[in-house]
């Protein structure tokens, strides 16, 4: 029985398709690597300072499962696998405004050293009355901690 012209050229690309097919899969196969035998599902995977084979399979812990992890050590220094989904992390809290009620009446001078007047207080640097402390005074601007927080006073001239 003799083919005809155009199931000769399907025979061709058949073999050409099936040949390449197996090119790829001796490519693709893993050497030497052998399965590690099933683990207690409370043993880690890894421990700090152990070195896994380049492909360890790992059998799951319910025996019906036909699913296998399979860890690739080269995918280590990455610190996760890059198959995995993984959730962003939560976006930070944030701070509530706190409300600021003191009043800075002033600022002075005496002998070189900068006060200020905050509410009834007279402080300067460093000091503390009253849960406000005094940091720094620059100019017009008086920078004061309350309740671990920072801000920032500055006098305004009242015309």
């Known amino acids: 029985m003799a083919l005809k012209k155009s199931e000769k050229r399907m025979l061709i ?31 880690p995977i890894q421990t700090p300072g152990q070195v896994l084979p380049p492909q360890t399979q790992v059998q799951s812990a ?12 080269k995918y280590d220094s990455w610190g996760r696998d890059p198959f995995t989904i993984v959730k962003p992390p939560p976006p930070p809290k944030k701070i509530p405004p706190m409300k600021i009620d003191v009043v800075l009446k002033g600022i002075f001078w005496e002998a070189g ?5 905050i509410d009834d207080y007279v402080l300067s640097e460093g000091e503390e009355e009253g849960g406000i402390k005094v940091e720094k005074i620059e100019g017009k601007n008086v920078i004061c901690r309350k309740g671990g927080r920072q801000f920032t006073l500055q006098w305004r001239e009242t015309s």
């Open 62 to 73: 319910n025996a019906n499962s036909s699913k296998k992890i399979v860890k690739f050590k």
């Open 13 to 43: 690309i058949l073999a050409g398709v099936v040949a390449v097919a197996g090119i790829f899969k001796l490519i693709d196969k893993p050497k030497n690597v052998k399965p590690v035998p099933a683990i207690n599902q409370n043993h």
């Open 113 to 117: 050293k900068a006060y200020v007047l």
